[in-house]
């Protein structure tokens, strides 16, 4: 199995920043992306704010460009979110995911995407 675990949320003020990271560990072939969703208070999807693939490229949504920075350690299979000039509706849950490929016993691969438990983000006014 694989585990995703994030770690970094917090409550900070307006302005202020936070780093997230989330280490993936288990029985990994390799790692295609790897991600950042959020769910904020009373809404039901979560939304993506960040991607990034193994060859570097990167996806942001709108409301975080300039403001966020995705990176990623490919030998530690780990994936960072610095967030920068934080705003109050920025706080929500942050949820890591990772879509990566699994080695069977027959010795073919396929690829699974799991979900880390979350971290939460307060921002306040």
């Known amino acids: 199995q694989v585990q995703l675990v994030e770690s970094g949320g917090g409550l900070v003020q307006a302005g202020g920043s936070l780093r997230l990271s989330c280490a993936a560990s288990g029985s990994i072939f390799s790692i295609n992306v790897m991600g950042w969703y959020r769910q904020a208070p009373g809404k039901q999807q979560r939304e993506l704010v960040a991607?990034?693939?193994?060859?570097?490229?990167?996806n942001y949504a709108d409301s975080v460009k300039g403001r966020f920075t995705i990176s990623r350690d490919n030998a530690k299979n780990t994936v960072y979110l610095q967030m920068n000039t934080l705003k109050p509706e920025d706080t929500a849950v942050y949820y890591c995911?990772?879509?990566?490929?699994?080695?069977?016993?027959?010795?073919?691969?396929?690829?699974?995407?799991?979900w880390g438990q979350g971290t939460q983000v307060t921002v306040s006014s």
């Open positions: 991607r990034i693939f193994s060859l570097g490229s990167t």
């Open positions: 995911h990772a879509d990566l490929l699994q080695r069977s016993s027959t010795g073919s691969t396929r690829q699974y995407g799991y």
